[in-house]
């Protein structure tokens, strides 16, 4: 019973191509992210949405696009794949409750994206 | 110079030694401060969080807050080969939901 699952798990692609990650998560809660895990093991955030609004958007390279149909479900879309964006792709969910913090991030397994 | 910094290891041990772990951080307004593990080809899973000085205990795992010198510790006791994995320090800024991690201390506790 997967509480935040991604699909795929792996993806291997030539640059140039555009391609999907999709994220759902299954708790209930209403922010969902986006990291990206280098080689290095360097986790940073990309983008996060609470109800489907866009809140964070760290530098990201506008090739990439994230796009939220509903609080369940945050996908990533990339566009003209470079080297450099091979990574770890992390989805992460958590429950944000009004002037407090919210301190747990689920995340999912990960997709590990291979651009050659 | 990042905002968390924490030492990449690897931090070999054997099984049963006490395990600390350590990261420094610069920004002031970081309050929330949580360690999280990551097991190879797995996501990171929220081990302890923390929001004050001080120490709060959880099993065989401690975490450690010193906000006057901006340091954060997980100590771990009685290690087993199971808590092999990767530790990462996060921090948070009052009610932002963002998380800034530290780089990750890789952990291999051996038999």
């Known amino acids: 019973d997967t509480a935040v699952s991604q699909t795929p798990k792996y993806l291997v692609t030539q640059m140039g191509n555009d391609k999907s990650i999709k994220c759902e998560q299954n708790l209930g809660h209403d922010t969902m992210y986006w990291y990206k895990q280098d080689s290095k093991k360097f986790l940073k955030i990309m983008f996060s949405y609470n109800n489907k609004e866009l809140i964070i958007n760290e530098t990201v390279p506008n090739r990439f696009s994230p796009k939220s149909p509903d609080k369940a479900h945050l996908n990533l879309h990339i566009n003209s794949l470079e080297l450099g964006d091979s990574a770890v792709y992390f989805c992460?969910?958590?429950?944000?409750?009004?002037?407090?913090?919210?301190?747990?991030?689920?995340f999912g397994q990960g997709t590990r994206l291979t651009v050659v | 110079q990042k905002e968390v910094e924490q030492d990449p290891g690897p931090l070999s041990v054997p099984e049963g030694a006490i395990v600390s772990l350590n990261c420094t951080y610069s920004n002031s307004a970081f309050q929330y401060f949580m360690w999280y593990r990551q097991y190879s080809r797995k996501g990171p899973e929220l081990l302890m969080y923390t929001y004050s000085s001080g120490n709060k205990e959880d099993g065989r795992f401690t975490a450690q807050v010193d906000k006057s010198s901006k340091y954060i510790s997980l100590f771990i006791r009685d290690s087993q080969p199971s808590d092999s994995a990767t530790y990462l320090c996060?921090?948070?800024?009052?009610?932002?939901?963002?998380?800034?991690f530290g780089t990750g201390t890789r952990l291999q506790v051996t038999l």
């Open positions: 996060a921090t948070v800024a009052g009610t932002a939901s963002k998380l800034t």
């Open positions: 992460a969910s958590s429950q944000t409750y009004t002037g407090q913090m919210n301190t747990e991030a689920f």
